[in-house]
C-alpha cells in the first residue's frame, strides 16, 4: 500500500528549514528516503528501521514513528542543492522475506536564492 | 566501469510492438528491481528479482515480463506495448539485508514512448 506524502510541493528561501512527512496505514518495517533531481535518477539519503530511530546526513535527518507508522525528513538551513523530489518508500512489518519497497507520491521541494 | 546501466535510453514505439529495456549491474547485488515513473505516481514497482531464475510480481505487472537467468542482467520486455506504457523506467539493485530491501541503486532510466 502506497505511503502518503506531505506536503505534494513546497517552496523555501535559502537557508530556512523543511518538514516532509510519509504515513502507512500499515504496521512498518523500514523507511527509506531518496531525492530525485530533474531528470536524473533518484539517490538513496537514508533507512530507518523500525524502533523509533533518527538519523542524520549532515543538515538532512530523518526520525520514525513506529507508533504511529509516520516518519518525517528535516531539512535544515536548507542549500540551493536541496531542491528535487524527496520520496519515501516503505516496507511493511509482515511477510518477512517477501517485502517490497513502496513509494509515495513525492514531495518537490523548491529551493530559492 | 563498475555501476548498474540501462539500455535504450530513450525509445520511441508503436502500439502492438515488443519492446525490451535492458538493465546490467556489475556489484553481484542479489535484488533487481524494475520501477516505472509516471506524473502523479511517482515510483511504482512493476517486477523485481531476489536472485537468478527468482522473480516477483510487484504493483503493476500487467503487460510486462521479466527474466533473470544471470545475477548481473534484469531485462524487462512489454510483449504488446500500449500507450499507458509510456514512461520512464528505472531499474535498480541492492544487496541482500536477510530479505530486506537495502539502499537502492538506480540506473540512469529509459524513456520510453508509446505512439
Known amino acids: 500500500q502506497q505511503p502518503v506524502q506531505s506536503p505534494q510541493a513546497v517552496i523555501l528561501r535559502e537557508g530556512e528549514d523543511a518538514v516532509i512527512n510519509c504515513s502507512s496505514s500499515?504496521?512498518?518495517?523500514?523507511v527509506h528516503w531518496y531525492r530525485q533531481k530533474h531528470g536524473e535518477a533518484p539517490v538513496f539519503l537514508m533507512i530507518?528501521?523500525?524502533?523509533?530511530e533518527q538519523k542524520g546526513h549532515e543538515k538532512i535527518s530523518a526520525s520514525f514513528n513506529e507508533k504511529k507508522q509516520q516518519s518525517s525528513l528535516y531539512l535544515t538551513a536548507s542549500q540551493l542543492s536541496y531542491s528535487g523530489t524527496y520520496f519515501c518508500?516503505?516496507?511493511?512489518?509482515?511477510?518477512?522475506?517477501?517485502?517490497?519497497?513502496?513509494f509515495g507520491t513525492g514531495t518537490r521541494l523548491t529551493i530559492i536564492p | 566501469d563498475a555501476g548498474i546501466t540501462q539500455s535504450p535510453r530513450y525509445k520511441i514505439t508503436e502500439t502492438g510492438r515488443q519492446v525490451t529495456l535492458m538493465c546490467h549491474q556489475t556489484w553481484s547485488h542479489s535484488y533487481m528491481f524494475w520501477y516505472r515513473q509516471d506524473l502523479g505516481h511517482g515510483l511504482r514497482l512493476i517486477y523485481y528479482?531476489?536472485?537468478?531464475?527468482?522473480?516477483d510480481k510487484g504493483e503493476v505487472p500487467d503487460g510486462y515480463v521479466v527474466s533473470r537467468s544471470k545475477t548481473e542482467n534484469f531485462p524487462l520486455t512489454l510483449e504488446s506495448a500500449t500507450r499507458s506504457q509510456t514512461s520512464v523506467y528505472f531499474c535498480a539493485s541492492s544487496d541482500d539485508r536477510g530479505g530486506r530491501t537495502g539502499e537502492l541503486f538506480f540506473g540512469e532510466g529509459s524513456r520510453l514512448t508509446v505512439l
Open positions: 528479482s531476489a536472485a537468478a531464475d527468482i522473480t
Open positions: 518508500g516503505t516496507e511493511m512489518g509482515s511477510n518477512f522475506g517477501n517485502e517490497k519497497l513502496t
Open positions: 500499515k504496521a512498518l518495517y523500514s
Open positions: 530507518l528501521l523500525k524502533g523509533g
